[in-house]
């Protein structure tokens, strides 16, 4: 369930991309669980490789979104 709230992401496509050659150079960020942003989905799926970790998608785009407690609102 996509809309389920409890915070463990969404998987990224790892298979997508072939993480022994590298991946490509465009911005297309994502935000990992770990709260790191990542430049796109691939050197998300790198980093998992090499730290043998299971980080995964919380959102895409950037990590910081206003929170609605702050006292000064974003337009």
Same mark, same amino acid.
């Given at each position: 369930?996509?809309?389920?709230?409890?915070?463990?992401? %969404?998987?990224?496509?790892?298979?997508?991309?072939?993480?022994?050659?590298?991946?490509?150079?465009?911005?297309?960020?994502?935000?990992? %669980?770990?709260?790191?942003?990542?430049?796109?989905?691939?050197?998300?799926?790198?980093?998992?490789?090499?730290?043998?970790?299971?980080?995964?998608?919380?959102?895409?785009?950037?990590?910081?979104?206003?929170?609605?407690?702050?006292?000064?609102?974003?337009?």
């Amino acid at each position: 369930d996509p809309d389920s709230a409890d915070g463990t992401g %969404t998987e990224a496509a790892c298979g997508n991309y072939n993480l022994k050659k590298g991946c490509v150079r465009i911005f297309d960020p994502v935000c990992g %669980t770990d709260n790191v942003l990542y430049n796109n989905e691939c050197l998300l799926c790198v980093q998992n490789l090499q730290r043998n970790t299971n980080v995964r998608i919380k959102k895409r785009g950037m990590c910081q979104e206003p929170s609605p407690r702050s006292g000064f609102t974003e337009n």
